[in-house]
């Protein structure tokens, strides 16, 4: 198994444009999220899903889409890229939402720069 | 206030120490626990589960402590391989499976 995998390992963007990071998991996982890293924060939740075809809001949407058409992929958009989006981006899966397990899997990260 | 708070160190040890840690979590609602360990520049892995009635894995022990709201990690005979930095995670409300993570605690192994 690949586990959760991620692309690009970097980039970087110029205020204003647009890009999809993509994230796959071989692994029948339900739950997927996105989460952004920045310096002396904890990971914050961006979007999720419990499911292909569903999807939901964390902690901080604001300037980003999801969609998740497949168990598989769960790809997430930058609509109009702004120097606040420069972080490290980890996409995560888990088995289950079930009070006990809460593993998640994480992806290597995407290294965004926005300038 | 944070949901997760960490004391961010860094705990700098020599080899074979013994080096302790603690998270506190604001709401006393909170239903599981979590250590995870995440190496430089690498994804977040989980390092192990926290029980009520605390536990153990190798050199490792997590304990929980309700009353006071926080957790503990306590690492015997430190390695050079044990640098790393530590997040607290916790499923922050009952009832809900999303997670809230802390900033994390850096420990540095030296030899």
């Known amino acids: 198994n690949a586990g959760v995998t991620q692309t690009p390992k970097f980039q970087v963007l110029k205020t204003g444009q647009s890009m999809t990071l993509q994230c796959a998991q071989d692994m029948n996982h339900e739950y997927m999220s996105w989460y952004r890293q920045d310096p002396g924060m904890g990971l914050r939740l961006i979007h999720y899903s419990v499911g292909a075809g569903i999807t939901d809001q964390g902690e901080v949407p604001n300037g980003y889409n999801v969609s998740r058409s497949t168990t598989e992929d769960f790809p997430l958009r930058l609509l109009s890229a702004a120097p606040s989006q420069t972080s490290v981006y980890f996409c995560a899966s888990s088995y289950s939402m079930g009070n006990s397990n809460y593993e998640q899997y994480f992806g290597p990260g995407t290294r965004l720069t926005v300038t | 206030r944070k949901e997760v708070e960490q004391d961010p160190g860094p705990f700098n040890v020599p080899e074979g120490a013994t080096v302790a840690f603690n998270c506190t979590y604001s709401?006393?609602?909170?239903?599981?626990f979590f250590w995870y360990r995440q190496d430089c520049r690498k994804e977040p892995k989980l390092l192990m589960s926290v029980y009520s009635s605390g536990n153990e894995d190798g050199r490792f022990t997590a304990q929980l402590n309700r009353a006071s709201q926080y957790i503990s990690l306590l690492i015997r005979d430190s390695k050079l391989s044990d640098s790393a930095t530590y997040l607290c995670v916790v499923n922050s409300r009952a009832n809900d499976y999303k997670l809230s993570f802390g900033a994390g605690t850096t420990v540095t192994v030296r030899a």
């Open positions: 709401n006393s609602a909170s239903q599981s």
